[in-house]
Nanobody, 115 residues
Framework: QVQLVESGGGLVQAGGSLRLSCAAS????????MGWYRQAPGKQRELVAT???????NYADSVKGRFTISRDNAKNTVWLQMSSLKPEDTAVYYC?????????WGQGTQVTVSS
């Protein structure tokens, strides 16, 4: 059974930082592309960042230069370091794992950025 468990969300002032973590189990983590997505109220879920098994990264234009995705295959963990947070970053953030054609999702963690 695949489990993705996010943590690290919370309330932060604009300009602040947060670090999200996602611990994976039940999956061959080192072969998986890992990602972070977010969904704000009334909006569709959108890509934030992804990292391949080889360490290649991809970011949404809205977070480039502010967010950093990283992973540790020995710990089966992926992180999202978020800096210079803006109120528009407020959303539920979801961890995602992609292995071949199968997608897995975590339960999400709330990030709220106050102005």
């Amino acid at each position: 059974q695949v489990q993705l468990v996010e943590s690290g969300g919370g309330l932060v002032q604009a300009g602040g930082s947060l670090r999200l973590s996602c611990a994976a189990s039940g999956i061959i983590f080192r072969f998986s592309t890992m990602g972070w997505y977010r969904q704000a109220p009334g909006k569709q879920r959108e890509l934030v960042a992804t990292i391949t098994s080889g360490g290649g990264t991809n970011y949404a234009d809205s977070v480039k230069g502010r967010f950093t995705i990283s992973r540790d295959n020995a710990k089966n963990t992926v992180w999202l370091q978020m800096s210079s947070l803006k109120p528009e970053d407020t959303a539920v953030y979801y961890c995602n794992a992609k292995l071949i054609a199968t997608l897995y999702w975590g339960q999400g963690t709330q990030v709220t950025v106050s102005s």
